[in-house]
Nanobody, 114 residues
Framework: QVQLVESGGGLVQAGGSLRLSCAASVNMFSVYSMGWYRQAPGKQREWVAT???????TYADSVKGRFTISRDNAKKTVYLQMNSLKPEDTSVYYC????????WGQGTQVTVSS
């Protein structure tokens, strides 16, 4: 059964850091790109970052220089290190493939207070 399980969210003050994890119970995890997405209340889900199977990373302009995506293929896990957090980063964070083809997980809530 394909499953994505996000964790690591929480409440943090502006300027703080969090590290999110996404454990993926999928076959052939290492050959696919993975990405992080987020959805704030009343807004559409938006792309945050992608890491290819080769380790190449890309970021949304809003998080570039503050967030770092990484992966551990042996653990079938993708990470998102978030530094210098801002109140506008408050969202539920999800992981998925770039084409969003996997069933969405429950997400992990990140709340940044000012």
């Amino acid at each position: 059964q394909v499953q994505l399980v996000e964790s690591g969210g929480g409440l943090v003050q502006a300027g703080g850091s969090l590290r999110l994890s996404c454990a993926a119970s999928v076959n052939m995890f290492s050959v696919y790109s993975m990405g992080w997405y987020r959805q704030a209340p009343g807004k559409q889900r938006e792309w945050v970052a992608t890491i290819t199977n080769y380790g190449t990373t890309t970021y949304a302009d809003s998080v570039k220089g503050r967030f770092t995506i990484s992966r551990d293929n042996a653990k079938k896990t993708v990470y998102l290190q978030m530094n210098s957090l801002k109140p506008e980063d408050t969202s539920v964070y999800y992981c998925n493939r770039p084409n969003r083809e996997l069933p969405w997980g429950q997400g992990t809530q990140v709340t940044v207070s000012s």
